[in-house]
C-alpha cells in the first residue's frame, strides 16, 4: 500500500499556496495563487506506475487519477518507493521553490516564468523540463 502524501505551505509575501500531492501512481507538486487556482506544476516522481502511450495517461486523468509517467522519459530517479511526507522538504525563496527528496533536489519550480524543472524525467515534455536544463 502506498502512503499518501499531502504537504501545503503557504508563502505569505507572494500569497501563493504550494500543494504536494499524491496518489498511487505519481507525485506532484502544484503552485496555487491567490485565488487558489493552478498556475503550474511539477512532477516530483512516479511511485512505480510506468505507462506506454499518451493514450494510456488519458485513461488514467479520465478516471480522476494525477498522470502516471511515460516510460519514455523515465530516468534511474523517476520510480520513487516508500515516500512519505518526512521524506520532503521545501525550500522556498523569491521566484525559486526547492523540493527535495530525502535532500535530493527532485523539483525545481521557476514561480516567475512558471516552468518546473524535474530530476525524475530524462527530457521536455508534459512533465516539466530536466533539472538539468535549468
Given at each position: 500500500m502506498k502512503t499518501e502524501i499531502y504537504l501545503?505551505?503557504?508563502?505569505?509575501?507572494?500569497?501563493?499556496?504550494?500543494?504536494?500531492?499524491?496518489?498511487?501512481?505519481?507525485?506532484?507538486?502544484?503552485?496555487?495563487?491567490?485565488?487558489?487556482?493552478?498556475?503550474?506544476?511539477g512532477f516530483l516522481c512516479s511511485r512505480g506506475t510506468l505507462v506506454e502511450s499518451n493514450e494510456k495517461v488519458k485513461e488514467f486523468i479520465e478516471m480522476d487519477f494525477q498522470p502516471p509517467l511515460i516510460k519514455r522519459v523515465a530516468n534511474e530517479f523517476s520510480i520513487q518507493i516508500g515516500i512519505t511526507n518526512e521524506n520532503i522538504k521545501i525550500d522556498w525563496k523569491n521566484n525559486l521553490i526547492r523540493i527535495l527528496i530525502n535532500d535530493t533536489e527532485f523539483l525545481k519550480m521557476d514561480t516567475l516564468n512558471k516552468k518546473s524543472y524535474s530530476k525524475a524525467i530524462s527530457e521536455k515534455s508534459v512533465y516539466g523540463i530536466p533539472i538539468t536544463e535549468f
Open positions: 501545503t505551505v503557504f508563502n505569505e509575501s507572494e500569497k501563493r499556496n504550494l500543494i504536494i500531492d499524491s496518489d498511487q501512481h505519481s507525485i506532484w507538486a502544484y503552485l496555487l495563487d491567490s485565488q487558489n487556482q493552478i498556475e503550474f506544476d
